[in-house]
């Protein structure tokens, strides 16, 4: 019974033995110059650490400082200016040591045991148990690290490990210019932490063990880098069966054994599998690639709004003597992504499954300036994306390569990303600069250590390269990276790695976008008269065009002091007149825009008048790109939709993930079939941007006067041809003579025949003063609301306004705390800042987190023309 009983446990054993975990609780830390012990010896058990304060593991020198009291909230007020700076008290004011007491010893033969590190900013020690882990010193933020500890670990199970952490070297002066003195980009790191017209310096430069660190465990080999690739021949439709995609995968095998390894690699997908006899040699890492695998009839993945994002699990095992050794799961995407050129429009435009995808993406800085990621703000981020009705999201290259978790939500939600390398034309020598430190010849050649860069490079590739919704890579933003760097990362480490991807040299480059316009080849930023959108040709493929975003009068409150609420003002010359908080929170001025609404009787009032500006801005961005879809553009990204830090500038949603109404004038904008108004030719067209033609559908276009009275224009049939724009309706001159007075209400609809609203987009115009007089003195609202819970954490509002009453204007939900009225966040809305006519109703389902044992919350609304009320719901 004995020896039978052993050969049932071996399974378990086995599976036991691949399993890794995360050591992310229980550290501590403590400063370099209040320790006089070396590694060695704070590594050992008997050295005391009692009076070390909690660190936070993964995070930041300046994480943990915050959540131990040390120092006040960096995102509050002027608190970041209390906050000592690296650059004035030196690096070893950020030198930490941090040291963590875990369990883990070998319970089976040949097991191996490994210490992983993906990410510690900047260099580091490591020490086990008394000795010395890594050889060298290991430097260089954005690169992995893997220790096999096997004959390092405690037999008894106790173990204890210190890690000395360095700060970046240089610092930088964060003296105000872009990236400070542009000394930060001499290392392989993040170049915002010195501070950039939309983020003040962080005061530590981000020193920390910033990304997980784990505890694997294998049998003799452990499987490292897995690779999958998909091909998707041919051009492909959503709908019907599909014929067939291919399917390749490799993987590397580390032996760390002095033993040589035969066994068996295999990949498994969708019920099939492939397999491989290999033979690994003793102490070597190996690739092996395996045969190809046919999916018939898969289910693809496409970018958001064209199709599902369908994903498969796919498993890669490697079996030793017919156990198994190591595992690795991937989620796969089956799609096929390339690039070609527009000879109409003068750039390059992206297909995905053979399918030319029309770009509408924003800029992305970071989750979070101080490195605190988490799976769940990864999703929200990315799920306020989905919202927006974008397809893709470009990480700038002054940050990181994000976590593997940002790429997954990525591929949940259908978001494109159009990944930058560590490089930005301020830091690195683009432009004449007298913030700077060294000169352009000099910058240009940054970093230092060409080397540490090329291998952060192919370490990140392997790191993130699987997921689905990765699209493009690029070398830089606004500039290139040095020629060595730039030559291998483009005809040698891509090829290898990757090969799969469309690698851009840089964010604004002619291979791109060909600049017959001069300037830098993007932009503009800032307050834009909204004609501009439709009427003024920028960049065919635009990387960063963009606009205001100060949250409503709620947000401003979480993040500046209640002496500091005054409302921004301007001279006559324009320039803005702000509060010293607002201007250190990087206000970008509304300038005249806000006055067509009415003086700005506070901050409040101003922050409400900013939300009809941030709808009208984003809708006509996306709306004016749109009406020229393949005849002046193939794509646009907006800079930007997010800010990492409480910045007052280029957001859609504010840094507590609250958001304002620039998300939901794009959600309307960004629609895949959307009838708009061009503003100066007063033409009505519909963009469709779906790969099928859409006929029979009716286009209604209505007015309505600020008492509520509706008068329909005209209706037609209409169709719209796959991937275009067709203009139908000249309504200009009556529309004028409507608004002349008051302003107007423009309703424009799209009906199935049905008569399903599949559409409806509603603009107010101004009178012929360019003012919205008529907004000033609307009759009160007469707005029926109503709420019900129709599952756990969604819950379905009706908003109802009954006929004879003016138009129900601009009202905006929220969910909020029934004994605070303060919002819950995140809450995710399918749309907000409703305008609803007389005689209609809207239905808008909210999403949130439900906790069960909170009470129910209350639904908020407040429209233009609806004082605030609270909703019970049933």
């Known amino acids: 019974m004995f020896p039978a009983m052993i050969l049932f446990l071996l399974p378990g054993l086995n599976i036991r033995a691949q399993t890794s975990y995360e050591l992310n609780a229980g550290w501590k830390c403590a400063p370099v110059s209040e320790v006089t012990a070396n590694g060695f010896n704070i590594s050992s058990q008997s050295f005391k650490i009692n009076s070390w304060i909690p660190a936070t593991v993964p995070g930041t020198v300046l994480t943990t400082l915050l959540n131990n009291s040390k120092v006040p909230d960096p995102f509050y007020g ?76 405690n037999k008894a199970g106790q173990n204890r490990l210190a890690v000395l952490v360095y700060p970046p070297d240089p610092v930088g002066n964060p003296n105000g210019g872009q990236g400070g003195d542009g000394r930060i980009a001499k290392g392989v790191g993040l170049q915002y932490t010195a501070g950039w017209d939309w983020i003040q310096p962080m005061r530590d430069r981000n020193t920390g063990i910033w990304d997980q660190v784990t505890i694997e465990k294998t049998g ?151 490195l605190r990621f988490s799976d769940a703000r990864y999703d929200a981020e990315v799920r306020f994306h ?15 390569v994000e976590r593997p978790e940002f790429y997954a939500a990525c591929d949940k939600y259908g978001m ?79 090829p290898k790695l990757d090969g799969t991807r469309w690698f851009i040299e840089y964010s604004n480059s002619d291979k ?90 506070d901050a409040k009032d101003f922050a409400t008048k900013a939300q009809l500006v941030n709808y009208d801005q984003y809708r006509a961005l996306m709306e004016g790109f749109s009406s020229h879809m393949w005849s002046w553009y193939t794509g646009t990204i ?48 519909i963009v469709n941007n779906h790969f099928e033609a859409k006929r029979d559908l009716m286009l209604a276009v209505r007015v309505a006067d600020m008492d509520g009275k509706d008068s329909l224009l005209t209706q037609i049939f209409v169709e719209v041809q796959p991937s275009s724009v067709k203009n139908f309706l000249p309504i200009k001159p ?38 919205y007089s008529g907004l000033k003195n609307m009759p009160v609202s007469k707005l029926e609301v109503t709420a019900k819970k129709i599952n756990n954490g969604k819950i379905e509002a009706t908003l109802n306004n009954p006929s004879g009453s003016p138009m129900a204007f601009f009202n905006r939900l929220s969910l909020v705390d029934p004994a605070t009225h303060k919002r819950l966040l995140p809450v995710f809305y399918s749309d907000n800042y409703i305008s609803v006519l007389p005689g209609d109703s809207k239905k808008v389902l909210l999403e949130y987190k439900d906790v069960t044992n909170k009470d129910q919350p209350l639904l908020m609304i407040s429209g233009w023309n609806l004082s605030e009320k609270m909703i019970s719901i049933k």
């Not at 609420?565 to 005249?592: F, L, M, T």
């Not at 025949?753 to 012929?768: G, P, Q, R």
Request: aromatic fraction near 12%; charge should be neutral.
């Open 78 to 153: 002027m608190n970041n200016n209390l906050i000592k700076d690296i650059y004035q008290t030196g690096r070893d004011y950020y030198t930490y040591w941090f040291v963590k007491d875990f369990t883990e010893k070998i319970t089976v033969p040949g097991q191996q045991v490994y210490l992983n590190f993906r990410g510690v900013n900047y260099s580091c020690e490591i020490y086990l148990n008394g000795k010395k882990v890594n050889k060298q010193t290991h430097k260089g933020m954005f690169l992995r690290q893997s220790y096999n500890i096997t004959s390092l670990l």
């Open 638 to 685: 907006i800079w930007k939709t997010q800010n990492p830090w409480t910045a007052m500038r280029g957001q859609m949603y504010d840094y507590y993930l609250d958001p304002n109404a620039c998300l939901y004038g794009l959600h309307n904008g960004s629609e895949m079939l959307h009838p708009m108004y061009n503003p100066v030719t007063g033409m009505v067209s």
């Open 386 to 400: 989905r919202d927006m009705n974008l397809n893709l999201i470009r990480i700038w290259g002054g940050a990181l």
């Open 416 to 494: 494109l990303v159009f990944q930058d390398f560590w490089m930005s034309g301020d830091a690195n020598g683009k432009w004449l600069d007298p913030m700077k430190a060294d000169d352009q010849w000099t910058r240009r050649k940054y970093p230092d250590d060409h080397s540490l860069f090329l291998k952060s490079v192919a370490d990140q590739i392997k790191l993130v390269r699987n997921h689905p919704s990765l699209a493009m890579w690029c070398g830089g933003n606004e500039i290139t990276p040095p020629e060595d760097i730039l030559l291998a990362m483009r005809d040698s480490i891509l």
């Open 512 to 601: 791109m976008s060909l600049n017959t316009l001069g300037g830098n080849g993007d932009g503009p930023y800032g307050i834009q008269d909204i004609a501009t959108f439709w009427e003024t040709k920028t960049f065919p493929f635009n990387s960063e065009v963009g606009s205001v975003g100060v949250g409503d009068y709620e947000s401003l409150e979480r993040f500046i002091p209640e002496k500091n609420r005054i409302a921004p003002g301007y001279s006559e010359g324009g320039k803005s007149k702000v509060d010293s908080v607002w201007d250190y929170h990087k206000y970008i001025g509304y300038d005249k825009s806000i006055d067509p609404y009415g003086k700005v009787s």
């Open 220 to 370: 003799s080999i452990n499987l490292i880098n897995p690779h999958v690739v998909t091909i998707v021949p041919g051009t492909r439709h959503v709908t019907g069966e599909q014929r067939p995609a291919i399917v390749k995968a490799s993987a590397e095998l580390q032996n760390s054994t002095s033993a040589t390894v035969k066994g068996i690699l295999k990949l498994s997908i969708d019920g099939k599998s492939v397999s491989k006899n290999v033979t690994v040699a003793p102490n070597t890492s190996q690739e092996f690639t395996l045969s190809d695998l046919t999916l018939a009839n898969p289910k693809l993945w496409w970018p958001h709004g064209y199709g599902p994002q369908n994903l498969y699990n796919a498993k890669i095992e490697f079996f030793a003597g017919g156990s198994l050794s190591d595992a690795e799961n991937i989620s796969v995407g089956v799609r096929e992504i390339k690039s070609a050129w527009n000879n109409e429009t003068h750039s390059a435009y992206v297909t995905v499954n053979g399918q030319k995808i029309f770009i509408k993406g924003g800029n992305w800085i970071i989750s979070d300036a101080m």
């Open 734 to 771: 009556v529309v004028e003579k409507m608004a002349k007075e008051k302003g107007v209400f423009l309703v424009l609809q799209l009906l199935t025949k049905n008569k399903e609203k599949l559409s409806e987009n509603i603009y107010w115009l101004a009178d012929e003063k360019g003012n």
